[in-house]
């Protein structure tokens, strides 16, 4: 508050064409608010503190099995999504890659979960936990509320079935295999590819995520 009164005075000595506002104490009390303001938006924004954690894919319970899904939008538009199912030790036991045409990344990571719970049904699983690395469609997921989006009713029709389901976002690292395969949904010509097998092209990706490798991630705590 010092500070911005004082500003006043070598105006008023030195400036001929200087006039004194009329309420100067409401001024200058207006000045420290919009500072206190200020200071209270970027201690929101960019004080918050961060920790260097490992992320890396965990395994589901015995007698459960594992949904990755994930969706993937291009520069130009093309969009697609793709979803694994794992066991208790990591083995593959489904996947498929799929081209949706034009639509948002949101609506592709929709319609991943959407078809990775029914590939989930049609194989016959029983206890099924799905990671998703939006938390967007995670929280809509695990919420009550209404929701206007005729897809994200079916997705909840699915899960309200005779099974357990249980819906966790995961980041990104966490979730590496599905990433893949909705990247290449979206470039797929056919618009569809279901594996039975591990691609080649995944190999790697989950020979790591077996193997328990993690990658660093920086995190908001």
């Known amino acids: 508050m010092y500070g911005n009164a004082c500003k006043f005075c070598p105006k008023e000595i030195h400036d001929d064409n200087f006039r004194r506002p009329p309420q100067p104490v409401s001024l200058v009390a207006k000045f420290v608010r919009d500072y206190m303001h200020a200071d209270l938006i970027f201690s929101k ?11 890396g894919w965990k395994p589901p319970p015995v007698g459960w099995v594992k949904l990755n899904s994930d969706g993937a939008c291009k520069h ?10 794992r066991g208790s030790d990591g083995e593959w036991l489904g996947g498929f890659a799929k ?17 990775g719970f029914r590939l989930a049904r049609r194989l016959g699983f029983k206890a099924v936990e799905l990671n998703v ?4 469609v995670a929280n809509v997921l695990n919420s009550n509320q209404c929701s206007s989006r005729a897809l994200v009713a079916k997705i909840r029709s699915l899960i309200a079935m005779d099974w357990e389901v249980v819906v966790k976002h995961s980041y990104r ?14 470039t797929l010509e056919d618009g569809f590819c279901f594996y039975e097998t591990c691609p080649a092209h995944l190999s790697q990706l989950l020979v790591a995520d077996v193997m328990g490798i993690s990658v660093p991630r920086l995190v908001i705590v």
């Open 45 to 55: 924004v960019f004080r918050h503190n961060k920790e260097l954690i490992l992320i």
């Open 76 to 85: 130009d538009g093309s969009a697609g999504c793709g979803r694994i199912i």
């Open 99 to 115: 081209n949706l045409g034009i639509c948002s990344a949101y609506v592709a990571e929709q319609w991943g979960v959407y078809a």
């Open 133 to 136: 690395d939006s938390l967007l």
């Open 173 to 186: 690292e966490a979730n590496r295999c599905a990433d893949a395969l909705a990247s290449y949904g979206a």
